[in-house]
Protein backbone atom coordinates (compact mmCIF):
# COMPACT_ATOMS: atom_id res chain seq x y z
CA UNK A 1 0.00 0.00 0.00
CA UNK A 2 1.18 3.60 -0.65
CA UNK A 3 2.33 5.52 2.05
CA UNK A 4 1.79 2.99 4.88
CA UNK A 5 3.99 1.87 7.90
CA UNK A 6 4.04 -1.40 9.52
CA UNK A 7 5.47 -1.41 13.23
CA UNK A 8 5.69 -4.79 14.79
CA UNK A 9 6.67 -4.56 18.61
CA UNK A 10 6.94 -7.81 20.64
CA UNK A 11 6.84 -7.26 24.13
CA UNK A 12 7.73 -10.65 25.92
CA UNK A 13 7.01 -10.90 29.82
CA UNK A 14 9.60 -11.74 32.12
CA UNK A 15 9.41 -15.53 33.49
CA UNK A 16 7.84 -15.62 36.70
CA UNK A 17 5.78 -12.11 36.24
CA UNK A 18 1.93 -12.82 36.36
CA UNK A 19 0.46 -11.98 32.73
CA UNK A 20 -1.50 -8.18 33.45
CA UNK A 21 -5.06 -9.25 33.37
CA UNK A 22 -6.03 -5.51 32.73
CA UNK A 23 -5.58 -4.83 28.98
CA UNK A 24 -6.92 -1.45 28.61
CA UNK A 25 -4.93 0.57 25.53
CA UNK A 26 -4.30 3.24 28.07
CA UNK A 27 -2.01 1.34 30.68
CA UNK A 28 1.60 0.82 29.89
CA UNK A 29 2.87 -2.04 28.40
CA UNK A 30 -0.11 -2.51 26.76
CA UNK A 31 -0.96 -2.84 23.30
CA UNK A 32 -3.47 -2.55 20.44
CA UNK A 33 -3.49 -2.85 16.53
CA UNK A 34 -4.70 1.04 15.16
CA UNK A 35 -5.78 0.27 11.53
CA UNK A 36 -5.86 3.48 9.40
CA UNK A 37 -8.42 3.82 6.90
CA UNK A 38 -9.81 6.01 4.49
CA UNK A 39 -13.50 5.63 5.18
CA UNK A 40 -14.43 4.53 8.30
CA UNK A 41 -17.62 4.41 8.68
CA UNK A 42 -17.68 1.94 5.72
CA UNK A 43 -15.54 -0.57 6.60
CA UNK A 44 -17.52 -0.22 9.85
CA UNK A 45 -20.91 -1.10 8.28
CA UNK A 46 -19.29 -4.06 6.24
CA UNK A 47 -17.80 -5.47 9.85
CA UNK A 48 -20.58 -5.06 12.33
CA UNK A 49 -22.43 -7.64 11.63
CA UNK A 50 -19.15 -9.62 13.20
CA UNK A 51 -20.14 -8.94 16.82
CA UNK A 52 -16.80 -7.51 17.34
CA UNK A 53 -17.38 -3.95 17.74
CA UNK A 54 -18.07 -2.30 21.55
CA UNK A 55 -19.49 0.90 19.98
CA UNK A 56 -20.34 2.89 17.26
CA UNK A 57 -17.26 5.17 15.79
CA UNK A 58 -16.78 7.99 17.95
CA UNK A 59 -15.56 11.47 17.07
CA UNK A 60 -12.28 12.92 18.85
CA UNK A 61 -12.37 16.49 18.82
CA UNK A 62 -9.05 17.33 19.89
CA UNK A 63 -5.64 16.51 20.26
CA UNK A 64 -3.23 14.95 17.91
CA UNK A 65 -5.49 12.02 16.86
CA UNK A 66 -8.63 14.21 16.18
CA UNK A 67 -10.93 12.41 13.75
CA UNK A 68 -13.31 9.49 14.07
CA UNK A 69 -12.52 5.84 15.85
CA UNK A 70 -13.44 2.62 17.32
CA UNK A 71 -12.24 -0.38 19.05
CA UNK A 72 -13.15 -3.62 18.15
CA UNK A 73 -11.58 -7.52 19.79
CA UNK A 74 -9.31 -8.62 17.48
CA UNK A 75 -7.55 -12.32 17.95
CA UNK A 76 -6.72 -13.32 21.49
CA UNK A 77 -8.41 -11.18 22.97
CA UNK A 78 -6.23 -8.16 21.52
CA UNK A 79 -8.03 -4.52 21.52
CA UNK A 80 -8.23 -3.01 17.66
CA UNK A 81 -8.96 -0.04 16.71
CA UNK A 82 -10.23 1.51 13.21
CA UNK A 83 -8.59 5.29 12.67
Same mark, same amino acid.
Given at each position: ???? @?????? !? #??? #??? +?? *???? +? !????????????? @??????? #???? @?? @?????? *???????????????????????? #???
Amino acid at each position: MPNS @DLLIVH !T #EIP #EGR +AV *PQDI +A !TYKKGNVHLCVVC @DDIRAVY #ERLK @DK @DAFADQ *PVRITFGVNEGLNVYFAGVHGMYC #ELF
